[in-house]
């Protein structure tokens, strides 16, 4: 059972991050936010793949004005991302739910205090996004990209806002390799209870970031550090809502729908696996309950994992058996299979449900 290190609640308009609130799965769009009908669209593309928060990028004053238009046409809970200037930021703080900066690239005091007061009046949010690549200049001489220097950086961020009697804070320390992110969350994590936005940075294409997040964020999980997550991938928008909820699945932090157990390839499978499985895994991607279903290519294993699975199929050679809870329920010719198969996980997952 993994115990998840507990941090302040707080809420990203009506999503909780932190405490005891589900951990949250996040994304940015990549049009210009001034386009307002690209973003809405973009943002409503994350919203139907399961996004529970969206940041936008505001670089510029059209983008700020934007926002206004976006908020009213989608109802994801919306960050807006800003640096180094400090009236997009009090802009923004009129309508969306959050607003990322880092205080240190703000500018004077005076304009970050203007920025706090503005998220106070609406009980906003902010996030201090450290990301390693541009730590303030005092922190980059001493430490370098280093975590000891993304330490440094958002301990200080954070003492920025704490001393403006802020704190109603998130906070996200990326690198973009799997070590220094997961040791500058490590490293954090002691020193407050803000909740923490995980996600590796500029993490390459699908493949390399699915694997790359899928170890410093399921490590990271695993020690329980983590209240909401992006997975960076250059790619599809909905390939990272994908991908995160898949690694908070199968590192078992949350029970989500089916836990597909099935062979690799193996020379003694007799019938066509990789097709049967590819046709379970889409005619069960609706299925919630978190069931554990094994899919096996030969009699080897397969009556020992048949009885933890709560539906199994064994193939053998142009036939096979479907078990419930290790029990024999049906002995048929291979074509018929996937489909008694499933119409017995739907049966399953009706009576979890129950
Ligand atoms: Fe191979 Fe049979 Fe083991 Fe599957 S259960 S991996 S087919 S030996």
Redesign the pocket.
Known sequence: MIERVKTKKIYVGNVAVGGDAPISVQSMTFSQTRDIDSTVEQINRLHFAGADIVRVAVPDIEDAKALKEIKKRTSLPLVADIHFNHKLALIAAEVVDCIRINPGNIGSKDRVAEVVKACKERNLPIRIGVNSGSLEKQFDDKYGQTPKGMIASADYNIKYLEDLGFNDIKVSMKASDVQRTVQAYRGLRPLNNYPFHLGVTEAGTLFHSTVKSSIALGTLLLEGIGDTMRVSITGELEEEIKVGRAILKDSGVVKDGLNIIS??T?G??EADLVSAVAQIEEKTKHIKAPLDVSV???V???IGEAKHADVAIAYGKGAGLVMVKGEVVARLEEKELVEHFIKEVEKAAKEFKI
């Open positions: 062979c690799p193996c003694r499978i096996m290519g030969c080897v294993n397969a």
